[in-house]
């Protein structure tokens, strides 16, 4: 099976999704975890959803963060969705996907991506026009018979209407 790469690109300051290698987000989808955690303000808890093929270890992205960002979230309200390997490989092709320019919001979803294989991390920090656009490709990318996953990002997705 051949090696799919998840990696991040800088862009005006803000960490956003793309192609680089340097991010060492490498792997198969077996190896691959992804977390996504609302940071912007909220007038109640925002679940976080862990995507993975194996079960998902939020320990795994503890401490791995941008510094001065809240991540509580994770640890208050947790959704596991738990996906196929040819799902894991359609939402990682969807994640390259997402515009990596910044805009003038601050941002509100954090998108990170952890490697079981060599413990790599990295992060990509959205604002609420490119989570939704995340969420839409996530939702796309997902079997449709995969009805508890299809509701879990339905749950993101509705946090950016």
Do not use: H, W
């Not at 994640?95 to 941002?107: I, L, M, N, Q, R």
């Amino acid at each position: 099976m051949k090696k799919f790469l998840i990696a991040l690109v800088v862009a005006a300051g803000v960490i956003g999704l793309g192609c680089v290698q340097a991010a060492g987000a490498r792997g198969e989808p077996e190896e691959v975890m992804l977390k996504l955690t609302y940071v912007g303000p909220q007038d109640k808890v925002f679940p976080s959803i862990g995507i993975s093929v194996e079960p998902f270890d939020l320990n795994k992205f503890e401490g791995r963060g941008t510094q001065g960002i809240d991540y509580s979230n994770d640890y208050i309200f947790l959704l596991e969705l738990r996906v196929s390997a040819d799902e894991m490989k359609r939402v990682l092709d969807a994640t390259a996907g997402v515009a990596t320019t910044s805009s003038s919001d601050a941002p509100r979803l954090s998108l990170m991506v952890y490697n079981t294989s060599n413990g790599s991390v990295a992060e990509a920090l959205l604002d609420a026009g490119q989570a939704r656009a995340l969420a839409d490709r996530i939702a796309a990318a997902l079997d449709q018979k995969n009805i508890e996953g299809l509701e879990i990002v339905d749950v993101l997705r509705r946090g950016f209407e």
